[in-house]
Nanobody, 130 residues
Framework: QVQLVESGGGSVQAGDSLRLSCVGSGRTLSSYAMGWFRQAPGKEREFVAAISWSGANIDYVESVKGRFTISRDNAKNTVYLQMNSLKPEDTAVYYC???????????????????????WGQGTQVTVSS
């Protein structure tokens, strides 16, 4: 069983930066694809970014491209989401997800790439004020 714990959320002003971290336990994440999703009040959960187990494939929703960067450190069992130039519309609860192809729910990103995620964190709140 994999447990994912997010941290790094907070309340910031528009234009500020935050770095979210997601630490995994229970199993090494080095063979897992990892992703970040977000859910704003009254809206459905939205794909934000994903990274393959090797880091060779990275995928972003268009609205965060050029501002957010997903990365991973397999030695630390951790995935990051660096968020720069934050906007009020980035306000949401951010969730970390992990998975391997044979286990989990298949999710197709806006770019048409299919990712599989079977494990989810509890989320961390990001609030951006104007």
């Amino acid at each position: 069983q994999v447990q994912l714990v997010e941290s790094g959320g907070g309340s910031v002003q528009a234009g500020d930066s935050l770095r979210l971290s997601c630490v995994g336990s229970g199993r090494t994440l080095s063979s897992y694809a990892m992703g970040w999703f977000r859910q704003a009040p009254g809206k459905e959960r939205e794909f934000v970014a994903a990274i393959s187990w090797s880091g060779a494939n990275i995928d972003y929703v268009e609205s965060v491209k050029g501002r957010f960067t997903i990365s991973r450190d397999n030695a630390k069992n951790t995935v990051y989401l660096q968020m720069n130039s934050l906007k009020p519309e980035d306000t949401a609860v951010y969730y970390c997800a992990g998975g391997i192809p044979a286990q989990g729910t298949k999710i197709t990103s806006p770019k048409g790439i299919t990712w599989t995620f079977g494990y989810w964190g509890q989320g961390t709140q990001v609030t951006v004020s104007s």
